[in-house]
């Protein structure tokens, strides 16, 4: 039976996540590692409104009949447990990252958070981008030495010691996407815009 304070915090960050406009209704998915136990949320739930139901236990290596509930990305999050020190997974669809993933090899941000939280973010391609095999190892490839990993036009995976990590993770790389996405594509559309310095 999950601890009350445990489901506190899921519910608290996926409702952050929903909130923050970092996924849809029924997107993105959320874990913690508890010894050999991935407890991830389930498939098609609604993050913004966890209950405890809509949580689920796995085996961190064991096929068991619960990955049936799990959410579709559990192939993900199990790689990414066994190949780095990770203790918690949030996987969302950050829009400003997800639109710059699909035209970016890597995301350096501009800004001065996003500089010194991540440097620079990876973006990995696969054919099949949810719940792919393919995607567990390239994902987990990447996090052995990144802290947040963008899977090119699907969205990010942040690993981290508590979720709370992993969602400010997620949280700043979409705001660090978003100057970077708007200092890429802004263009001055007023005529004499030169002259306005003047004033």
Known sequence: ML???TFALFRDIGRDLFLRGLISSH?????????QTICIT????????????????VDLEKPDSHVLRASSEVVVHRAVYRNTSALAIVHAHPPYATLLSMVADELIPVDS???Y?????PVVSV?????SLEAAELVSECLKDYKIVMMRGHG???RGDMLEEAYMLTSSLEASAFFLYHLE????YRKFSDSYKKW
């Open 3 to 5: 601890e009350e304070k």
């Open 27 to 35: 997107a993105g998915n959320i874990s913690l590692r508890i010894g």
């Open 42 to 57: 389930r498939r098609g739930s609604m993050l913004g409104r966890i209950a405890p139901d809509d949580l689920v236990d």
């Open 113 to 115: 958070e996003g500089s």
């Open 117 to 121: 939280l991540f440097k620079k973010v």
């Open 127 to 131: 054919e099949k981008t949810i719940g």
């Open 156 to 158: 990010s995976f942040a």
């Open 185 to 188: 594509t802004g263009k001055e």
